[in-house]
């Protein structure tokens, strides 16, 4: 089930990796409501089935961006009835909510097609260097706007770092460290071996609430990047889709 045997010769399978954009999820000039948001991760998941016909593993991670800044305007408007909650953990959030959208999703198309495979979401977590430079000097936009006079009250009383958005207006900043080591990839490994599709380091491939080498705790943003998953040949396959385009292999 690891790989092919084909005439007494095993061949290794690669793992292509594909990377859904939070833009590609809730896409400009939409209101971005949940059924639109489904809408547009069927349209995104095309390739994924030709990727599987073809003989890859296939990893899948997304962006959060437009999703993040919804829920943290959910969190502003609100702050007055419930407890407001971190970037860490509405991040950690997504990353459930959303792998469950991809999930299901791809669940169906694969019901269509009669193809078997399973799909499993892992919540995931990154190791950063504590000493990386952003966490000291967040530049990361995340959130509503704010007007200038909001700013010092915001800052005071939220213990937040707000920078201008040239042309936007005001808005929070959080750190975005480099990702140094994903925590659950002995995980994420044993499952894609076994040939089962991992939905994983959802929000752009790093967990908000990162660990730093010392076990201290940061919340800190992030944007979307694409992911390389290696072989056990050594070599690497790449997937970008963006919306309803179909993937590209590098």
Known sequence: MLDLEIAGVRMLKKTAVV???????????????????????RRSLRSVIELLKLGYRVVITHGNGPQVGNAL??????????PPLPLGVIVADLEGG?????EQCLQNKLNERGL???VATILTQVLVDKDDPSI???????????KAEQVPELEEKRGWKMREDPGRGFRRVVPSPIPREIIEK??????????IIVIAAGGGGRQRSC??????????GG?????????RSGKFSKIRSKGSLPGQTF
Do not use: W
């Open 116 to 118: 078997r495979y399973p």
């Open 73 to 82: 305007v959910r969190v502003e408007e609100t702050r007055h009835l419930v």
């Open 136 to 146: 000291l000097n967040p530049t990361k936009f995340v959130g509503p706007f704010y």
């Open 186 to 195: 002995d995980i994420i490994r044993l499952l894609v071996q076994q040939n």
């Open 211 to 220: 660990l730093c080498r010392t076990g201290q705790r940061y919340r800190c």
């Open 98 to 102: 959303m792998g469950y959208m991809i």
């Open 223 to 231: 944007s979307d990047h694409t992911h390389r998953c290696r072989s």
């Open 19 to 41: 990377a859904l954009g939070g833009n590609a999820i809730t896409r400009e000039f939409e209101e971005g409501n949940i059924t639109q948001q489904f809408e547009n991760t």
